[in-house]
């Protein structure tokens, strides 16, 4: 049923044409009513931290691309001598506890699919907590000299310090409503306040026009999201992309915001026959042993981001073969210069901290 309504609404959020969800205005109203309020009872909580907090979100609901740029720019940000944090809400974990710092014996369903893979990835320390601004204190106290929140742009309880949008550039924003009518957790003016946007793939017209309206001290760039290799989802291991041929015996399955992005990237990769079938789950969906016992022994493909939720399945389900289950690794290429411009902003914020 999930599955089901999620997939009516992206339909009718995706399309210019009037849909069925203009039904639902009333919602859409309340829906503004209380997020104007929440915003304006949470900006007055929290001070702000010792440290730059950079939080990465969209103003959409579904995937944009958020985890591989977090994981692009802590990966940069080490590399230049930062010592990077990354706080989460933790979507779909039950954690007994909070603050949860991410350890590699943490499981997935503790945490949630993302910063498991967030940890698994970057080496950084990522700490889940409803409260973002409890969990980036925490990463304070473990030595983090930055703050990147995983999400959090309407999470106004954390102060921050730079605020970075990601767009899909194919998609937009939809019909440009607020929910439930429209995709957008705030309008589109919201663009205005935020440093950075990021384009998900090439701009279409909707995006490249509030760009072009935008005010001058807002930052544009366009990020691609390349696929680097396969990683065996048992195992670990590493292969190029060269080296393995998916033929039509071999299936994909997902369970990601926007399942058509990964279905782009299958398309790109030379070695994947393009009928392979793309089986969908809902964003997020925890995978069961009948989800995937079909797939036992099969050539199977899956995004990272599922690949960390199915690993903890394989390890207490013996009867599944995922000796050719494989995920797509990804990674992003960004615009020449963002990081040179990003390092740069982030070191002015840090010395008027330091005053």
Known sequence: ?????????????????????AYLTPLEVLFRYMSFRRKEKDQKVNSPLPVPVVVVGNITVGGTGKTPLLQALSL????????????????????????????????????????????????????????????????????????LSDDGLQHYRLPRDVEIVVVDGARGFGNGRLLP????RESI????????????????????????????????ATMEILPTCFKQVATGEEMPLDSIQFTQDANAITGIGNPNRFANTLRSIPSISESIPLSTFPDHHSFTFSDLEAYSGQPLLMTSKDAVKCQSLIEKSPLLDASQWWSVVVGPRLSTGFYDQFIEKIDRIKKDKLV
């Not at 990021?198 to 807002?218: E, K, P």
């Open 76 to 147: 940069e940000l080490r590399q230049r001598g930062w010592n990077p944090g990354i706080v989460s809400r933790g979507y779909g974990g039950a954690r007994s506890s909070e603050p949860l710092r991410v350890l590699s014996s943490t499981s997935v369903s503790e945490c949630g699919d993302e910063p498991k893979l967030l940890a698994d990835t970057t080496g950084c320390p990522v700490v889940v907590d409803v409260e973002r601004y409890r969990g980036a204190n925490f990463l304070v106290e473990l030595g983090c000299t930055i703050i």
């Open 189 to 220: 003016s919201r663009c205005e306040t935020v440093d950075y946007i990021i384009s998900n793939g090439a701009m279409n017209t909707q995006v490249a026009n509030l760009v072009n309206d935008m005010n001058s001290s807002l930052v544009s």
């Open 181 to 184: 009518v429209g995709p957008l």
């Open 1 to 21: 049923m999930k599955h089901w309504l999620e997939t009516a609404l992206n339909n009718a959020w995706y399309d210019t044409r009037p849909s069925w969800t």
